[in-house]
């Protein structure tokens, strides 16, 4: 199982072909609060409950890998 790049790290220059996960990669990368959140290790990270609510698609995608 490959896991996608911006799971493991949605805080680095990720190039993604599909606009909504663009679109919420780059919402999340402005979130200096989730940055903070995000030192705790990327599976704490979109376990999270406000993730799903704030970036549902993200959530989606990133939870069928835990």
């Known amino acids: 199982?490959?896991?996608p790049s911006w799971i493991i790290n949605p805080y680095s220059d990720i190039e993604?072909?599909?606009v909504i996960?663009?679109?919420e990669l780059t919402e999340l990368s402005t979130n200096e609060e989730l940055k903070v959140q995000f030192k705790n290790g990327y599976q704490q990270f979109w376990l999270q409950n406000?993730?799903?609510v704030t970036?549902?698609?993200l959530s989606n995608i990133a939870r069928k890998f835990f």
């Open 55 to 57: 970036y549902p698609v």
């Open 21 to 23: 996960i663009q679109e």
């Open 16 to 18: 993604e072909t599909n």
């Open 50 to 52: 406000n993730i799903p």
């Open 1 to 3: 199982m490959v896991i």
